[in-house]
C-alpha cells in the first residue's frame, strides 16, 4: 500500500516563526510537490522537485523555500511566517514523465500562524 | 489567470440524480486527470485521461477527454450519499510542462 506521509496534521506557530513541513513517500517516486488548499482557489502547487537537490518554483514560491536531500523527503520551510501563510498544506508525490500527476497524497498539515 | 477552470464551484443534488462537472483549458492539455477529495480528507486520484475523444467509465463514473483536449467532464448517474465531495481535475499544458488543478467541485448529495 502506497504511503505519503507528513509530520503534523495540525500545526500551530507564531508571526515570525520559521516552520518545518516534512513529507516523506515509500514509494521511491522522482517527483515531490508542496500545494497548499484554501477555500475557493484549490490547490495551488508552491514548489516541486523532480529528483534529489533539484526543486522548481510552483506558481506561489514566494515566502517558502524546500529542501530535498534524499529521495523520498521533501521538505518545506517557512522562513517567517505570517498569518497569510494560515492553510492546509499538501504534500504529493508522482512517477516519471506523464505519470507525474498521477499524483499520491499526503493527509495534509493545517497550519494557523497568529 | 487561472489556466484549467472548473465549474461548477458548488453542486446540490438529490440521491438519485446524475452530476456532472466540467474542465476547460484554453489551452492544450498533454493529458488530464481527476481526482476526489472527502471532507476531512486529501485529494485521491480516480483516472487520467490522454487520447483524444477518449471515454473511461468506472462504475457509475464516467470521464470524458474532448476531441481538442482543452476540456473534459466528469458525470456521475445516480448519485449516492458516498459521492460527497470535491472533484478536482488537474491538467498538464502541452509543450509547456506546466500543470494546474481546477478550482474543484464541491458535490453535495441529500438522502
Known amino acids: 500500500d502506497v504511503k505519503v506521509t507528513q509530520s503534523s496534521r495540525y500545526l500551530v506557530k507564531r508571526t515570525g516563526e520559521k516552520v518545518f513541513l516534512e513529507c516523506v513517500q515509500d514509494?521511491?517516486?522522482?517527483?515531490m510537490f508542496w500545494y497548499r488548499q484554501d477555500p475557493g482557489l484549490g490547490l495551488r502547487l508552491i514548489y516541486f522537485?523532480?529528483?534529489?537537490?533539484?526543486?522548481e518554483k510552483g506558481d506561489i514560491p514566494e515566502g517558502y523555500s524546500v529542501s530535498r536531500e534524499k529521495k523520498e523527503r521533501f521538505s518545506l520551510i517557512l522562513e517567517s511566517a505570517s498569518t497569510n501563510q494560515t492553510s492546509m498544506y499538501l504534500c504529493?508525490?508522482?512517477?516519471?514523465?506523464?505519470?507525474?500527476?498521477?499524483?499520491?497524497f499526503g493527509p495534509g498539515t493545517r497550519l494557523l500562524v497568529l | 489567470g487561472q489556466q484549467v477552470m472548473q465549474i461548477p464551484q458548488y453542486q446540490h443534488v438529490q440521491e438519485g440524480e446524475d452530476f456532472t462537472t466540467y474542465c476547460n483549458s484554453s489551452?492544450?492539455?498533454?493529458?488530464i486527470q481527476w481526482y476526489k477529495q472527502r471532507p476531512g480528507g486529501h485529494p485521491v486520484f480516480l483516472i487520467q485521461?490522454?487520447?483524444?475523444?477518449e471515454v473511461k467509465k468506472q462504475k457509475r463514473l464516467t470521464f470524458q477527454f474532448g476531441e481538442a483536449k482543452k476540456n473534459s467532464s466528469l458525470h456521475i448517474t445516480a448519485t449516492q450519499t458516498t459521492d460527497v465531495g470535491t472533484y478536482f481535475c488537474?491538467?498538464?499544458?502541452?509543450?509547456?510542462?506546466?500543470?494546474?488543478f481546477g478550482s474543484g467541485t464541491k458535490l453535495n448529495v441529500k438522502p
Open positions: 504529493a508525490s508522482g512517477g516519471p514523465r506523464d505519470t507525474r500527476l498521477l499524483q499520491y
Open positions: 514509494m521511491d517516486h522522482e517527483n
Open positions: 522537485s523532480y529528483d534529489v537537490k533539484m526543486k
Open positions: 489551452t492544450t492539455l498533454s493529458n
Open positions: 485521461l490522454v487520447k483524444s475523444g
Open positions: 488537474a491538467g498538464l499544458l502541452y509543450n509547456f510542462n506546466k500543470f494546474y
